[in-house]
């Protein structure tokens, strides 16, 4: 009997030891990056050749990032987050502390907005690392939560996402604060939340945004660039102009494209940002719509397998990370290309693994290698959780 248990034990172990990589996962991860850059080619170019540069210099530098992302996956699949766990705390406030920095004359101002940090010849956005902070802080919360869950428990996790949000919405970024709510509703949520504790977070959602509004903490232009998706007679010379022109790009690529690199409204730099939050603009007017299928397709997969992961992870923290990794790339996906076909406003959210910025790339890579992590060490059995070796 002693002996069959133990043959047993080291039978699971061993597979427990065989981490083989998600390939409905890594294989879409790894398209949309090649996609990524051809668009970013693409849609720079013309740009940079008008400037008298080279045309290769942007997805070059991206091309760079790119890398450290690869890399940065796949040490972080690597690494059990079980291990990772003893450092939340210190990785979040760190976090804060960086969030903090931006705002000090440390932080740079870029277009209105103090959202980087240069550090010699690199500029990180530390909003993005938070991002990845919270949904492990919130993990590491939720994943002691009783079911159902108390409310104490509702408050720590909201003044968990308060602290970066507030920081970040000071810069102002509106977007990622609104992801941070996002995640924050959907762990909390999966958790063990109750309906009541649900709807008590979301109407406290809608009081703030009130407030916010009403007094004033909001500028006029960035309610009218937040609300310009809604008026059909608006000035498409002005606040409408980016998504006009972007329902043009998307609208003219009809069902097979233009062709790559064969875009007029990306060639002659009609549609601003392109390379970065409009990215999908570049995909829609060359690709067509079969091509935009195609990424949504890719999207779709990736998080789907995120999903897979979160239900097989062999404890909570794994599960809400995952679940928090999930939330996070589909809340941008749909928000970014909801922007660019003009049912959605404008708030900067880039596309994942596609728009060009390094420190977006590399988060977002760091991210999907945890939710990765969580799938290599899956349940070996159907209905095991934790592996003993008593």
């Known amino acids: 009997m002693a002996d069959t248990r133990e043959r047993t034990q080291m039978s699971l172990l061993r597979r427990d030891r065989q981490l083989r990589p998600d390939l409905a996962l890594v294989i879409p991860y790894l398209l949309l990056t090649a996609l990524g ?14 400037l008298g540069v080279s045309p290769s210099r942007e997805v070059e530098q991206q091309a760079a990032f790119v890398l450290i992302g690869f890399a940065s996956f796949a040490i972080v699949s690597v690494v059990d987050l079980r291990v990772v766990r003893s450092w939340v705390p210190a990785i979040y406030i760190g976090s804060v502390v960086t969030l903090i920095l931006v705002l000090s004359p440390f932080g740079e101002e870029v277009k209105g907005a103090q959202r980087w940090i240069q550090l010699g010849s690199i ?9 990845l902070a919270v949904i492990l802080a919130l ?3 939720l994943s002691g939560a009783a079911r159902p869950m ?10 968990i996402v308060a602290v970066p949000a507030v920081l970040i919405f000071l810069q102002p970024d509106l977007g990622t604060m609104l992801t941070f709510g996002f995640i924050a509703a959907v762990m909390v949520f999966i958790a063990g939340a109750t309906w009541r504790q649900m709807a008590a977070l979301l109407v406290g959602g809608v009081i703030a945004t ?20 809604l008026d059909e007679t608006g000035d ?3 606040t409408q102009y980016n998504q006009y022109q972007s329902q043009i790009a998307i609208g003219t690529g009809g069902l097979f494209g233009k062709g790559l690199f064969n875009g007029t409204q990306t060639n002659l730099r009609f549609v601003p940002e392109q390379a970065s939050d409009f990215i999908f603009t570049a995909v829609g007017e060359q690709l067509g719509f079969l091509g935009s299928v195609f990424v949504l397709f890719l999207f779709g997969v990736i998080i789907w397998r995120t999903l ?6 062999r404890d909570r923290f794994s599960q809400l990370t995952a679940t928090g990794v999930a939330a996070l790339i ?4 749909f928000v970014n290309i909801g922007m660019t076909v003009r049912v959605m406003p404008v708030t900067g959210l880039p596309l994942p693994f596609m728009s060009s910025g390094g420190t977006v790339f590399v988060a977002m890579s760091v991210a999907l290698g945890m939710a990765h992590s969580v799938w290599m060490r899956r349940s070996p059995l159907v209905g095991e959780r934790t592996i003993s070796i008593d």
């Open 308 to 313: 897979v992961a979160a239900a097989n992870g």
């Open 210 to 229: 009130v407030a916010v509004f009403q007094t004033g903490v909001i500028k006029a232009y960035q309610i009218a660039r937040l609300t310009a998706f």
């Open 330 to 333: 589909a809340f941008h996906v």
């Open 123 to 131: 500029r990180f956005q530390p909003s993005e690392i938070a991002k």
């Open 37 to 50: 850059l051809v668009m970013i080619y693409s849609a720079s170019a013309p740009r940079l050749e008008a």
């Open 236 to 238: 498409v010379l002005n």
């Open 139 to 141: 993990a590491m919360l």
């Open 150 to 159: 108390k409310w104490d428990r509702v408050a720590r996790a909201v003044a």
